[in-house]
Nanobody, 121 residues
């Protein structure tokens, strides 16, 4: 069974920093894309940052230059360092995974349970 366990959310003042982490388990074949999405109250879930198995990264324009995503392929973990946080970064952050858990299974999307990030002004 594929599981994503997130950690690192919390409350921080504007201008502060946080690091989110996500660990994937239950995968014995292939992990392709990992990343983070977020959802603020009353808004749709949006992409924040992704990183591929080839270490190609993609960022939302709103976080470029402030957020940095990294990946440990062996441990199947990702981290995202967030600096210069703004109140508009407040949201539930969800870990995202596009993976083929076993050789005879298809590629599928998986989501973590979410971790709250609150930035106070």
């Amino acid at each position: 069974q594929v599981q994503l366990v997130e950690s690192g959310g919390g409350l921080v003042q504007a201008g502060g920093s946080l690091t989110l982490s996500c660990a994937a388990s239950g995968i014995t074949f292939s992990v392709d894309i990992m990343g983070w999405y977020r959802q603020a109250p009353g808004k749709q879930r949006e992409l924040v940052a992704t990183i591929s198995s080839g270490m190609n990264t993609n960022y939302a324009d709103s976080v470029k230059g402030r957020f940095t995503i990294s990946r440990n392929e062996t441990k199947k973990t990702i981290s995202m360092q967030m600096i210069s946080l703004k109140p508009e970064d407040t949201a539930v952050y969800y870990c995202y995974l596009w993976a083929k858990p076993r050789i005879n299974s298809p590629y599928q999307t998986y989501w973590g349970q979410g971790t709250q990030v609150t930035v106070s002004s």
